[in-house]
């Protein structure tokens, strides 16, 4: 079993619907939980950083942590084509290696 | 430059051959790290260097592999006798002073294909 799961998709959505993106990890040491979105043939870009539980909002992006059940989400309202690429979530103890998980696709149809 | 620097961005591999990546971290950047990118998998941790340092090189996967940053700044992933199982994306990240990689900021990756 993997330290970080994520459902790899394609998740196809319509513009301006909701959407929610979510990982499960079993190492409950890690500390550091983020969000990075990678366009094709791209490096990752950070979208989203939270320290340990809780929820932190960027615009149209809102992370969730929850320790207790060991379960990361990305929300990303109003969604838009722009939008399309693959997530990664990613996590790390506070040490050098940092976890990702294997990347949901994302496809927003205008 | 404005990020992180990597080149090439494609490399074709004979195997068996011997191949060299380079990275040039945005300037001032402690924290450099390698990652290694499977077709449709995420980034997996290869090793960190903090200025000139190795701290951690537990993910290279073979002693093949071989990473350097001698003066603290542009660092090279060296990748001997390549084989087809090294058919990856490999990626570079810089971080201002986190060794946690958390605010990393990441190159454009070199694909790299054995045949």
């Not at chain 1, 500390?31 to 990752?44: D, E, H, L």
């Not at chain 2, 004979?14 to 077709?39: E, T």
């Not at chain 2, 996967?61 to 603290?72: I, T, V, Y």
Request: proline content about 4%; overall charge positive.
């Amino acid at each position: 079993q993997k330290e970080v799961e994520q459902d790899p998709g394609p998740l196809s959505v319509p513009e301006g619907a909701i959407v929610s993106l979510n990982c499960t990890y079993s190492n409950s040491a890690f500390q550091y939980f983020m969000w990075y979105r990678q366009y094709s043939r791209k490096g990752p870009e950070l979208l989203m950083y939270t320290y340990s539980s809780g929820n932190k909002e960027d615009g149209r992006f809102t992370a969730q942590v929850d320790k207790s059940s060991k379960y990361i989400s990305l929300f990303i309202r109003d969604s838009q084509p722009s939008d399309s690429a693959t997530y990664l979530c990613a996590m790390n103890t506070g040490g050098f290696k940092t976890i990702f998980g294997a990347g949901t696709r994302l496809f927003v149809k205008a | 430059g404005a990020g992180v620097s990597q080149s090439p961005r494609y490399k074709v591999a004979k195997r068996g051959q011997d191949v060299a990546l380079r990275c040039d971290p945005i300037s001032g950047h402690v924290s450099l790290f390698w990652y290694q990118q499977a077709l449709g998998q995420g980034p997996e941790f290869l090793t960190y260097f903090q200025n000139e340092a190795q701290l951690d090189k537990s993910g290279l996967p073979s002693d093949r592999f071989f990473a350097e940053r001698p003066e603290g700044s542009v660092s090279t992933l060296k990748i001997q006798r390549t084989q087809k199982e090294d058919s990856a994306v490999y990626l570079c990240a810089s971080s201002l002073v986190r060794i946690d990689g958390s605010e990393a900021f990441f190159g454009q990756g070199t694909r790299l294909t054995v045949v």
